[in-house]
């Protein structure tokens, strides 16, 4: 299984809709979680941090579920602006022991085309 | 506010020839410090991270190197390229402490060896 899994899409939906993508990890310990934005050919940008209680950004929610292990990431009243390659990013902890936190480990993305 | 600077944007190199990809960061001290590679059409992989001078953990096997000779430097380097080693390459930094803050990248640079 893979440390952290995204339905790679493509999403396409008209503008105005509501789209929700989510994002599995696997493993239980990771405490750490954000959705990034990446755009054609730039360099990913962070959108929001992902919180035990769920938080909203304007038209953007994000939620997480400890309990089956995935977050996700609600867009509302899509813009065509909004079009662009959504990652899910988790911490994944170093194993007991080690000296490090661990590394933030991206998934491949899903991809999003809002149309007129 | 912290800023951080990548260059060059765009490469193109020859097979064997040597690489050296310069990143760095201001307005923050002692920054968890990475290189990723996007090869087209895929996802973001860890090459090296740094969590301070001198200090270099390298994730995957490869002919990349990378250095951190000052505290917000982080440098890719090769002695002789590969066809595979075209893709995005990005470097980004996290603050200090390790609890999973998040990256912010810098705007990468888009390389092709032919």
């Known amino acids: 299984r893979k440390e952290v899994e995204q339905d790679p899409g493509p999403f396409n939906v008209p503008e105005g809709a509501t789209v929700a993508f989510n994002c599995t990890y696997s493993?239980?310990?990771?405490?750490?979680f954000f959705w990034y934005r990446q755009d054609c050919r730039k360099e990913p940008k962070l959108l929001m941090s992902?919180?035990?209680s769920g938080n909203e950004d304007g038209r953007f929610t994000a939620q997480l579920n400890r309990a089956s292990q995935y977050i996700s990431l609600l867009i509302r009243d899509s813009k065509l602006s909004d079009s662009a390659t959504y990652l899910c990013?988790?911490?994944?902890?170093?194993?007991?022991?080690?000296?490090?936190?661990?590394?933030?480990?991206f998934g491949q993305g899903t991809i999003l085309t809002v149309h007129p | 506010s912290q800023t951080i600077h990548q260059w060059p944007a765009t490469l193109v190199q020859p097979v064997g020839s040597p690489l050296s990809l310069e990143c760095t960061v201001e307005?923050?001290?002692?920054?968890?410090l990475y290189w990723y590679r996007q090869a087209a059409g895929r996802g973001l992989q860890l090459l090296f991270y740094?969590?301070?001078?001198?200090?270099i953990s390298s994730e995957v096997p490869q002919n990349l190197s990378a250095s951190r000779p000052q505290d917000r430097q982080f440098i890719l380097s090769s002695k002789k390229l590969l066809l595979s080693d075209s893709g995005f390459y990005l470097c980004?930094?996290?603050?200090?402490?390790?609890?999973?803050?998040?990256?912010?990248f810098g705007n990468g640079t888009r390389l092709t060896v032919t």
């Open positions: 493993n239980s310990a990771s405490q750490s």
């Open positions: 990013v988790v911490n994944i902890p170093k194993p007991a022991g080690g000296t490090s936190y661990g590394k933030l480990t």
């Open positions: 980004a930094w996290s603050e200090w402490g390790g609890r999973g803050t998040p990256l912010h």
């Open positions: 992902v919180y035990s």
């Open positions: 307005g923050t001290s002692n920054p968890n």
């Open positions: 740094s969590v301070g001078i001198g200090q």
